[in-house]
């Protein structure tokens, strides 16, 4: 398993380019200006031995010379001496008689660095720490023809410790300053060699990635980046000729299809529509009649109450709309938009309501009616009561017993929408986005076609408008939008 990285895979191979670049600048910049410190701190080092030794051996030469010593003519030669050497900050001289130093000249009362510190005379200096941390460098030896008398001198460190500090704050400064130069520099150099045209290679491939292949690189530069460009463009013009071909095909089997699919929604509606004709010519054309007649005894008959005469009338109307409804069926597959004339879509929703009402009573569904007063658009009143009735049905087949249908209405815009709304079990996930399609349906096996809302959607299209569907859990909802019909007289 590989390792995860926190860096992100488009900034991988520069991160890592910025990475050894500024571990070689190190390497390449740090060492040599170690390497010359410490050689100049050598050389300063050796250079202030050297200027320690060269003034006592002065001193020395000077008191040598002398028979008799005099302390204040030595103490006055030290002093001239300390003063032409500012990196000497002390000069004494001790005379040792059995084995105990004593001060016989010094330019400091008393002494810092006594005998007894630096142990006997020898040509090789001795460094030193002070009381207050300070570094010192001591430097000793005999006078000629006096081997009583010894000279030391002190220089101090101070000085070589500041170089060392300001030059290696310098270096530091300079090695950081060369590296932050080079890597932006490089990064500079990679946006422009590597990074863009890299980015623009990958815009192309993440469009061609969801089927987009109208987009090439344009730059093409003729390094090994243009190589990959200029061959990934041949790969996508191969790419697009094919889709395009195949979608030339897959939009000829669609159009096929649909016609098919055309034909196969009318060839069932032709077959349903005469199968309902004669069944009900057959079972109730005997008993409309009959009905018909006696209401309209019963509307002529002076002992009938204006309350009963209301409900005769009304029934009387309901068995002539069945009559219309069965001479219509008869008719309907000869029906087209030429046939279309402006209606009240809310009176074709109430008056599907009524044909259902007594069947959602009997399941003890409640009907909540939002609808506003008039919604126009043109269309054909049985197809659009058959897209209602159909909506109504379902929804009362998946609540099946003891629920809620609510039918809301409005206008939005252009458009008219009508939604049919129920508190069923709502739609299986699986087939919610294929309940549209032929022969699709969640009912059991001979209660239904799926046919229904095929053909649903046929007329509603053939209408001029849309029709959805939303499903959850304890909620669905059908959306049907149709064109609003403005500035005409909508017929009832």
């Known amino acids: 398993m590989a390792r995860a990285s926190l860096i992100p895979p488009q900034h991988r191979i520069r991160v890592q380019m910025m990475f050894w670049t500024s571990v070689l600048l190190l390497i390449a910049i740090a060492a040599p200006l170690e390497y010359r410190l410490r050689s100049a701190a050598t050389y300063l080092q050796r250079d202030l031995i050297d200027r320690s030794r060269e003034v006592i051996n002065d001193i020395a030469a000077d008191l040598g010379s002398q028979d008799v010593l005099d302390a204040d003519s030595v103490q006055s030669t030290l002093l001239a001496e300390i003063l032409r050497s500012p990196s000497i900050v002390e000069l004494s001289v001790f005379e040792i008689r059995n084995s105990h130093p004593a001060v016989f000249a010094s330019t400091v009362n008393p002494p810092d660095v006594s005998p007894e510190v630096l142990g006997p005379p020898s040509a090789q200096p001795r460094e030193l720490t002070g009381s207050r941390g300070e570094r010192w460098m001591a430097v000793t030896r005999k006078v000629p023809d006096h081997p009583e008398l010894m000279i030391v001198a002190v220089a101090t460190l101070e000085e070589l410790d500041r170089f060392n500090s300001l030059n290696r704050r310098n270096a530091f400064l300079f090695t950081l300053a060369g590296i932050a130069a080079a890597v932006l520099l490089l990064n500079f150099i990679f946006q422009r060699k590597i990074g863009q045209p890299l980015d623009d290679i990958l815009a192309v491939m993440a469009k061609a990635h969801v089927a987009d292949y109208s987009e090439r690189v344009q730059k093409a530069r003729e390094d090994e980046t243009g190589q990959v460009a200029r061959r990934l463009n041949e790969l996508l013009d191969r790419v697009e000729l094919r889709a395009e071909e195949k979608n030339r095909l897959i939009a000829e089997a669609t159009e096929s299809l649909l016609e098919s699919q055309t034909r196969l929604i009318q060839a069932e509606r032709l077959a349903t529509a005469g199968q ?40 009387h109307k309901q068995i002539r709309r069945v009559t219309q409804i069965v001479d219509d069926l008869l008719r309907s597959a000869r029906r087209g938009p030429e046939d279309f004339v402006p209606i009240n879509a809310v009176e074709i929703v109430n008056d599907v309501l009524k044909l259902v009402l007594p069947r959602l009573k009997a399941l003890n569904i409640q009907v909540v009616n939002r609808l506003p007063e008039a919604l126009p658009v043109r269309g054909y009143a049985l197809y659009l009561q058959e897209v209602f009735l159909n909506l109504i049905n379902n929804s009362a087949e998946a609540i099946e017993h003891g629920g809620v249908i609510e039918i809301a209405g409005g206008l939005d815009g252009g458009k008219i929408w009508i939604e049919v709304r129920d508190d069923g079990p709502g739609v299986d996930p699986r087939i919610v986005d294929d309940v549209w399609k032929q022969f699709v349906t969640t009912k059991e ?29 304890g909620r669905t909802i059908v959306r049907v939008v149709l064109p609003v019909l403005k500035h005409s007289v909508v017929q009832v």
């Open 276 to 315: 309902m004709a004669a069944t009900f010519a057959h079972e109730i054309g005997s008993p409309l009649t009959s009905l018909s007649a006696h209401a309209e005894m019963l509307l002529e008959d002076p002992d009938t109450t204006p309350h009963q005469k209301e409900a005769v009338s009304l029934m």
């Open 445 to 473: 096996m001979r209660k239904g076609t799926g046919l229904g809302l095929a053909v649903v959607r046929d007329i509603v299209k053939q209408h001029g408008g849309e029709v959805s569907l939303e499903s959850s859990a």
